[in-house]
């Protein structure tokens, strides 16, 4: 629950909390049929299992496993949130969906998202020109 924590401290900084609402879930597991959202960011763990032991050593040794390992292939949670999102009533039609993605994952993560009926919205590269997030919009 630590990066609640950091959440809870960034959204008080930037005087937010009246606005953001945080959770601790399994993804959606915890969104209850009343809430409404309009959003939904995630940083989920994109690194296949086979690459993390030779992922950089900081990040390896200071980040939770379950933080990093995105199975097999390295999508299996973006698998899981475009099904989820998809048909949530929680998350309303018209929301924004960011998502951090990993290296080559952008094509395989947006034709994901696309074949679940989502828009495309749009590709942000970080500071090194990959891309990195990618927006979706619920449909």
């Known amino acids: 629950h630590a990066a609640l924590e950091v959440a809870k401290m960034n959204a008080q900084l930037v005087d937010v909390c009246d606005r953001v609402?945080?959770?601790?879930?399994?993804?959606?597991?915890?969104?209850e049929r009343q809430q409404v959202f309009d959003m939904v960011i995630a940083n989920p763990p994109y690194i296949p299992s086979s690459e993390i032991s030779v992922i950089q050593r900081d990040v390896?040794?200071?980040e939770p496993h379950t933080a990093l390992d995105g199975?097999?292939?390295?999508?299996?949670?973006?698998?899981?949130?475009?099904?989820?999102?998809?048909?949530?009533?929680a998350i309303r039609?018209?929301?924004?969906?960011?998502?951090?993605?990993?290296?080559?994952?952008?094509?395989?993560?947006?034709?994901?998202?696309?074949?679940?009926?989502?828009?495309?919205l749009y590709t942000k590269d970080d500071l090194r020109g990959i891309p990195r997030v990618v927006a979706f919009e619920k449909r």
Not at 21 to 31: D, F, I, R
Not at 71 to 87: E, F, N, P, S
Not at 94 to 119: K, M, P
């Open 60 to 62: 390896r040794d200071f």
């Open 21 to 31: 609402g945080l959770m601790h879930s399994n993804w959606l597991e915890s969104l």
């Open 93 to 120: 039609i018209g929301a924004v969906i960011l998502l951090e993605i990993g290296v080559n994952q952008e094509s395989t993560v947006r034709q994901t998202f696309v074949n679940h009926g989502y828009r495309h």
């Open 71 to 89: 199975g097999a292939d390295g999508l299996g949670a973006y698998r899981t949130l475009a099904r989820q999102i998809h048909v949530h009533p």
